[in-house]
């Protein structure tokens, strides 16, 4: 059964810092992951997908690294803003027809 | 385009009665999934609908149950209603059935008193 954690469960940096969200899964045969973005009450924003054969998508200010044979993937977050205040999670595709685990998430705040 | 669009925003019912959430998803995608995440915890995998079929489901009682339409939009229903199914109830949509990409809506907040 997969599992997936997100380390850590809460970040608090000042604007203007780098950061980097970790997530790390069991099982390594996986076909893709996702990483998202949920503000509170709302639904999830898709930020990144990697590919099973990709090892890493960038997009703006996020970059996101996969390491399937050590079973993790990193959310790197450069010149954090407080709009980027909210909680990441990432989402692990195994097996066919979209069996997703989720991460509980990694809260963040950035503080002005 | 419309992203996927969920109704009602918040809903607020007593303990024993039955819930009614909906989901239209995008365009031309036929796939649609229900999640639960309770404050505090995980999404956890509710229903999956694709072409009209169920096609997996999580580890729920059976008074959780859906369906999907011709259209594709879906529908999750609770019945006799638990405190403990106060959560919000999200829905995605992808465009196939084989890991792809998935996009969700903004969530459906139930309240049971």
């Known amino acids: 059964k997969q599992e997936v954690t997100q380390i850590p469960a809460a970040l608090s940096v000042p604007e203007g810092e780098n950061l980097v969200l970790n997530c790390s899964f069991t099982?390594?045969?996986?076909?893709?992951l996702q990483w998202f973005r949920q503000d509170p009450g709302k639904g999830l924003t898709s930020l990144l997908l990697i590919q099973s054969s990709q090892r890493e998508q960038t997009s703006g200010r996020l970059n996101a690294s996969l390491d399937k044979s050590s079973g993790r993937s990193t959310l790197y977050i450069a010149a954090s803003q407080p709009g980027d205040s909210a909680t990441y999670l990432c989402a692990v595709y195994t097996g066919g027809y979209q069996k997703v685990t989720f991460g509980i998430g990694t809260k963040l705040q950035v503080i002005p | 385009e419309a992203g996927v669009t969920q109704s009602p925003t918040h809903l607020i019912k007593t303990r024993g009665q039955q819930a009614t959430l909906r989901c239209s998803p995008i365009?031309?995608?036929?796939?649609v999934y229900w999640y639960q995440q309770a404050l505090g915890l995980g999404l956890q995998f509710l229903l999956w609908?694709?072409?009209?079929?169920?096609?997996n489901r999580g580890n729920f009682p059976p008074r959780f149950s859906g369906r999907q339409f011709p259209n594709y939009s879906s529908e999750l229903n609770v019945n006799a209603l638990e405190l403990e199914d106060s959560a919000l109830y999200l829905c995605?949509?992808?465009?196939?059935?084989?890991?792809?990409?998935?996009?969700f809506g903004s969530g459906t907040q139930l309240s049971v008193l």
């Open positions: 995605a949509s992808s465009p196939g059935a084989r890991d792809e990409k998935l996009f």
């Open positions: 099982d390594s045969a996986i076909y893709n």
């Open positions: 365009s031309g995608h036929t796939s």
């Open positions: 609908y694709d072409e009209g079929e169920e096609r």
